[in-house]
C-alpha cells in the first residue's frame, strides 16, 4: 500500500496460487572432439570462432558449414552423422579443440586438449566447457561424447563433468579387444581399463561398421555415438524414461566383432557382455542391428535401480526440475522454498479428531462387549432395524425392571398383554 494520500480504489496483485514445474531439456549433447575447421573458414579469425567455443547444432546443414565435412581422423563430423542418421539430433553443442594453426595434424591434439579445463583468463577448453552451458543457454547437456573416450583419462574427466551437470558420459571401450578381453577390462588385470562403477557411464562395445561417405567402404566408428542417437530418437519420441534397449541402429552394417544372441539362451554373447555392464549390439532374423542392454556401468556393483539407464535419467530430470524451480524468483523472492523437498514421500498417522478422543475416553468408562469398537458405543447400532430392535429391548427392559403398575391407567392394559399377564377384573383376548 502506498504511503501517500490517496481516495479511491487501489488494486494490489499477489502472484499467489500454483506454480508449475517446467521440465528441462533432455536430448541436448555434448560433443567434444576434433574438426576439419580449416575446409570451411580461411582466416585465423574465422577459426578462432570455432576452437573451444560451444556451438549449437541443430542441422546436418549446421554441421558442414561449422566443422567441415567428414574426412579421416577427425571425429566430430562423423559424431554428427551418426546423431543425424537418427532423426532430428534434438540440440547438440558442439565444442573443437584442433586447431589448424596450431596442431600439424589431428594426430597433434593431445588427451589433455580434450580434457581441457579452465585456464588463467577463465576460459573453458575441452570437456570443461560443458559446465558453461547452463549461463550461455539455459540449460545443460544431459549426453556427453567425447572422442578418445576409451582412454582412462578421458573417461574419468568424462564421468566427473557428468557427475556435476547430473549427465551420462557415453564412453568406448578400445578398439581391437575380443568378448573376454572386453569383460577383463571390467576387473583389474585386463589389457583395457574400464574398472569403474559409476552410474553415470556407460560403456560400449564393440565398434560398428557403417559406410564410409566418401569412399562408400566400410570403415569402423564408435558404438557410443551411433547409441547417443539413438537415445536422442527415443526421448524425442517416448520419452528419456524408455529405455534405448532392443531398438535398431541407424546406418550400422556391422560389427567389429561378432555379437551372438539367440532367444532365451543363456549363453548369448549378449548376456556375457551385459551382465559385465557393457552396452553391446546384436542382430537376428530380420531385426537389423540393435543397441541391447540397458545398464550402466554401476551394474554388477550396485543393485540399486539407478543402474538401469533410463531409471537414472529419470531421476536426473526429476532432480533438476525441482532444482531450478527452487532457484526461478517468486514473488521478488529467490530460492523461495524453506527446506529441501524430497523425491520421495514419508507416511504419516493424521491426529485423531477431538470428538474421537473424547468418545474413547468415554466408552473406557463403561462396559463394552470384547468384539466392539474402542471408538463406537456399544449400545449405538449402526443400522436402522437394529436401532428399531434396540429401543423396543430397552423399552422392554425399562417395564421388567419397574413393572406395569407404574405406567398410565391407559398404557397398563397395553403392558400386560404384552407381558402375558392379567390384570385382576381385566381378560386379555
Known sequence: MTTNFHHGPEVIEHKDGVSVVREVKSAVTYVNGTAPIGEVHDTAEKRAEFINK?????????????????????????????????????????????????????????????????????????????????????????????????????????????????????CDLPIGLTKQQAVEARGTGGVANANTSSPRTILTYPHVKVADAITGDERLEPLSQRLVGLMIKTDLEQGYHHSPSNRELAGVIGSEVDI???????????NFLNEAGIVTCMRSFATGFRAFGNRSAAYPGSSHVENFIHAR??????????????????????FSTAAPIALTAKRTQPPRSPMATSTTRWNATRP?????????????????????????????RKEHNHGPENRPNHQRRHVYQRHGRERPGLRVR
Not at 549449437?56 to 562423423?78: K, N, W, Y
Not at 551372438?260 to 549378449?270: G, H, I, L, V
Not at 535419467?313 to 529467490?334: K, V, Y
Request: aromatic fraction near 8%; glycine fraction near 8%; charged fraction near 20%.
Open 313 to 334: 535419467r529419470t531421476l536426473d530430470q526429476l532432480h533438476d526440475a525441482i532444482t531450478f524451480f527452487s532457484c526461478a524468483s517468486r514473488s521478488g523472492r529467490a
Open 368 to 396: 463394552r462387549s470384547p468384539s466392539a469398537s474402542p471408538r463406537i458405543p456399544t449400545w449405538i447400532p449402526s443400522s436402522s432395524t437394529a436401532r428399531w430392535r434396540w429401543r423396543r429391548k430397552s423399552r422392554l
Open 260 to 270: 551372438n544372441f539367440y532367444p532365451s539362451d543363456y549363453a548369448n554373447d549378449t
Open 54 to 170: 560451444r556451438i549449437i547444432v541443430r542441422t546436418r546443414e549446421e554441421a558442414v558449414a561449422a566443422f567441415g565435412p567428414q574426412m579421416d581422423g577427425f571425429t566430430i563430423p562423423q559424431a554428427l552423422d551418426a546423431i543425424f542418421d537418427h532423426g532430428s539430433g534434438g540440440t547438440i553443442i558442439v565444442n573443437n579443440v584442433f586447431d589448424p594453426d596450431t596442431h600439424a595434424t589431428v594426430g597433434d591434439v593431445s588427451d589433455a586438449d580434450l580434457i581441457g579445463g579452465i585456464d588463467a583468463n577463465g576460459v573453458a577448453t575441452g570437456m570443461a566447457g560443458a559446465q558453461t552451458c547452463y549461463s550461455r543457454f539455459g540449460y545443460f547437456p544431459k549426453l556427453l561424447l567425447s572422442a578418445g573416450s576409451s582412454v582412462p583419462g578421458v573417461r574419468v574427466e568424462m564421468d566427473a563433468v557428468a557427475h556435476k551437470l547430473n549427465a551420462l558420459a557415453i
